[in-house]
């Protein structure tokens, strides 16, 4: 998962909170990356003018066109980026599913409360970006995705060959650039491909899916558009 943000009133997706506003996963968080930071007591993230900062690159990543980490939802140890040798993504190998090999509802629904909070987030010992990065540092909700979406402007470009979104703040000017990093899943890797439509990747949100137990809310971009969708939780995304 990524690295990504930061609030107001918490510390956290990359995100991270301060006095005043706040910092996916996007990554030195969340899942997310930044174009053009604005001058800032913390270098690491960009004040979009919402609700949370917004990290400069995702979880893993030492710059915005960087991929970062991958993770399973509610995983916060990064596997090895050998695809051929990694532990596959997989239902089996998915966190909160007593290792077996299809989802096991039973016994997620009877623990739900020890990994899930109150409002359908992750609690911060299984959020990726909180472990990796610090308390002041969590993964985006729901809500807070659909919040960039709507307080920025986005368009398609790229960084260093590397194809992404620019989001730009409609209400201050400054920038965070996401990645079309890719996604793992079983064993594979499926890097983002220059024209074609099946080769998105999600970022994961920290909110549980509320239509059912296996999905998680992520961010999904690819060279239309970005948008939301529930995604089985094995899968690896940043």
């Not at 998915?94 to 989802?103: E, K, L, V």
């Not at 064993?187 to 239509?211: H, I």
Request: glycine letters at 8%; a negative charge; aromatic letters at 16%.
């Amino acid at each position: 998962s990524g690295a990504y943000k930061k609030d107001a009133d918490n510390k956290g997706i990359g995100s991270k909170s301060t006095a005043k506003s706040v910092a996916f996963a996007r990554n030195k968080v969340i899942n997310l990356g930044s174009f053009d930071a604005a001058p800032d007591t913390d270098p690491t993230s960009v004040d979009l003018g919402l609700s949370v900062k917004w990290a400069t690159a995702n979880v893993g990543a030492l710059n915005p066109d960087d991929n970062g980490y991958f993770f399973a939802w509610g995983e916060t140890t990064p596997r090895s980026n050998n695809w051929a040798t990694a532990k596959p993504y997989t239902w089996a190998n998915a966190p909160f599913n007593n290792g077996s090999s299809s989802f096991d509802a039973d016994y997620f629904s009877a623990n739900k409360s020890e990994w899930v909070d109150e409002n359908g987030n992750l609690k911060p010992e299984y959020d990726a970006a909180t472990v990796i990065m610090g308390s002041e540092w969590r993964m985006p909700t729901q809500a807070e995705i659909k919040e960039l979406y709507e307080g920025c402007d986005y368009e398609w470009t790229s960084i260093g060959g590397t194809y992404g979104w620019k989001f730009t703040s409609k209400t201050n000017s400054n920038s965070i650039f996401i990645p079309l990093a890719g996604y793992r899943q079983d064993n594979k890797y499926y890097p983002y491909s220059p024209g074609s439509t099946d080769s998105p990747t999600p970022y994961w949100t920290s909110t549980l899916d509320a239509s059912g137990n296996y999905w998680a809310r992520t961010m999904v971009i690819n060279q239309h558009n970005p948008h939301e969708l529930g995604k089985y939780h094995g899968y690896g995304f940043p």
